[in-house]
């Protein structure tokens, strides 16, 4: 499939070589905060991202934007590594942002020095309402003419930890009249003590904003194109800003391109927001199944090729859009369809006693595991007197247009003999306990496989003392809201119902499954074993229906 997706970037790239932009110059980043794991937006960004360095032979560098000491966690690394491996994506080097908080200083002596920023006392709620709105003009801040000395020496005390959190920030001086609310002395260092970061400890007390370590890190970095998604748009003055006032290079300076971020219905898409879900235990952690998150996704049997399916699917625009779910949906049947064994489970076991098959007789039959594969293999299963179908394959009357079991109808057992129904015996309720039939000896073929009469239902089962008793988790949405994200308390709009767990019986060969097995359970939908199966209890959760 020709990878249209990353065109309007192709464009651009192609125009910047065009106008001699060296060629051995290109070189990408991904820059996810480790306040979380990835999800599904960031795959987009990833794929964008290492895709045009394929294409172009550079680099990408990951790095982790991590300059806010309050979230971020060093196991986030972890995962967010082993999430974009798994996607099977490699970059060429790990770095830090915080490995730059040095340079960032010295940097923002830079701008100091200039007359373009200073070190205002007021609160952040001040600050907040001095800024206004993009309609009223914003109101100057009493200490923005400080002397350029004095907020050198100033500048200096915060960082050498004379001040509390709250106390004083260092904000950049440019228009506080801008329409665009960003420049209007946006905030570019903040002292946080009260919490230590990860990775340089007590070392700093200061920290800078996303806006200001960005650009610098890419500047630092050489990066030449820095992708973001759309809600960066309104930063780009500033980025260029920022980077107009250090760049003493006075050569190649990266530039910021925007692209449309990633939404999917009934989700929200954004570590923040999914770190609620996971610290109030509305879910299991961050890989629970329903999380919208590689490592839920993975965990639910999502493969990397469902996923980059599904980004070349929707395709890399400048709109803004909401992406249905069905489309992921689409995207990993497809690929189940190739790659996963069918087996048979029973979810709501009917007793069905074959009168004329003998009682101790087991005969092992041919399934063929998968019929879209070429190497056509097969696995034994069971076949014996007593066998478990689905309750609601069976009707005790025949109606008009129901295919399946009734009394006195035949139909074709998945792998097996054609089996008639002649009788019933029920509880004491009323309901129906098993079904007496007869199975048509000479309707097997040799291989177990093709039949000699054609009839027109196929019914799975297993055989009852064979079954393997399994747990299956089934996954509703998370959200009953299309658009949660719309709404700032999106946590109302729970469905609190998305998780349904049942029993099954399964035919003895899931006994072995693996973690990367992925099977269709014929008539039901595809499943894979979970993380927490064990011999004990044997776990499988829902991918996805199979319609
Ligand atoms: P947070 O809520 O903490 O801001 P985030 O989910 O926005 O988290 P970041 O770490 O800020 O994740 O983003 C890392 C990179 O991934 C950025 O370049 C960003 O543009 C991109 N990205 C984040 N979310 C999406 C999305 N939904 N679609 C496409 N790209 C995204
Ligand atoms: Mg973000």
């Not at 991590?66 to 060093?74: L, S």
């Not at 050498?160 to 209007?184: E, H, Q, T, W």
């Not at 007793?351 to 039959?365: A, F, G, R």
């Not at 069971?382 to 008009?400: A, C, G, M, T, W």
Request: hydrophobic share 35%; aromatic share 14%.
């Amino acid at each position: 499939m020709k990878i249209k997706d990353i065109n309007i970037f192709d464009k651009i790239i192609e125009k910047d070589l065009e106008s001699g932009f060296p060629k051995n110059k290109l070189l990408f980043r991904f820059p996810p905060e480790p306040n979380g794991y990835l999800h599904i937006g960031h795959a987009k960004s990833i794929y964008l991202n290492f895709k045009l360095a394929e294409k172009y032979k550079a680099s990408v560098i990951l790095r982790f934007d991590d300059t806010n000491p309050i979230e971020e966690e060093k196991k986030f690394i972890y995962y967010i590594k082993k999430d974009i491996f798994w996607l099977g994506f490699k970059w060429n080097k790990v770095t830090y942002a915080s490995n730059y908080f040095y340079k960032l200083y010295d940097l923002a002596k830079v701008i100091i020095e200039k007359g373009k920023a200073y070190v205002d006392d007021q609160k952040q709620y001040k600050i907040q309402e001095q800024r206004k709105n993009p309609f009223e003009d914003g109101i100057e801040s009493p200490y923005r003419n400080r002397s350029i000395k004095e907020n050198i020496f100033l500048f200096k005390k915060m960082k050498n930890g004379y001040f509390d959190d709250g106390d004083c920030v260092l904000r950049a001086k440019i228009d506080m009249k801008s329409p665009n609310m960003n420049l209007r002395d946006p905030i570019m260092y903040r002292i946080i003590k009260k919490k230590l970061h990860y990775r340089t400890k007590n070392k700093w007390c200061i920290y800078p904003t996303y806006d200001w370590t960005h650009g610098q890190s890419d500047y630092i970095e050489n990066i030449s194109h820095s992708l973001c998604s759309f809600e960066f748009e309104n930063h780009k003055q500033l980025y260029n800003w920022y980077i107009y006032n250090i760049n003493k290079k006075n050569s190649l300076t990266p530039r910021q391109y925007e692209f449309s971020r990633l939404n999917l219905n009934y989700n929200v898409l954004s570590k923040r927001k999914l770190q609620i879900l996971v610290k109030q235990n509305i879910v299991n952690g961050w890989d629970d199944p329903r999380m919208p998150t590689i490592s839920g996704l993975r965990r639910r049997g999502y493969t990397p090729e469902s996923i980059k399916y599904f980004i070349k699917k929707i395709g890399i625009s400048k709109r803004y859009n909401h992406i249905d779910i069905s489309i992921l949906e689409f995207s990993i049947r497809k690929h189940l369809n190739k790659i996963s064994s069918r087996v048979m489970v029973v979810i709501n076991p009917l007793l069905i006693i074959i009168e004329n098959y003998p009682t101790s007789k087991v005969e092992w039959l041919n399934a063929e595991n998968n019929p879209e594969d070429i190497k056509k293999t097969y696995r034994k299963i069971p076949f014996s007197r007593f066998l478990y179908i689905e309750s609601e394959d069976f009707l005790e009357k025949n109606k008009k247009n129901f295919l399946r079991l009734s009394l006195g109808k035949e139909v074709r057992l998945k792998n097996a003999y054609i089996l008639k129904a002649n009788n019933i015996s029920r509880n004491i309720d009323g309901s129906i306990k098993s079904v007496y039939c007869t199975y048509d000896k000479n309707s097997l073929s040799k291989t177990g496989l093709s039949s000699k009469r054609k009839i027109k239902s196929t019914l799975h089962w297993v055989s009852k003392i064979h079954a393997l008793k399994i747990k299956i988790n089934i996954f509703d949405k998370i959200f009953i809201e299309k658009i949660p994200e719309k709404y700032k308390k999106f946590i109302d709009f729970l469905n609190h119902d998305s998780l349904k767990t049942k029993m099954a019986y399964a035919e003895t060969s899931l006994r072995t499954a693996t973690i990367k097995e992925k099977f269709q359970f014929q008539r039901i939908g595809y499943f894979c074993l979970d993380k927490k199966s064990n011999k004990k209890t044997i776990i499988f959760n829902k991918t996805v229906s199979l319609k």
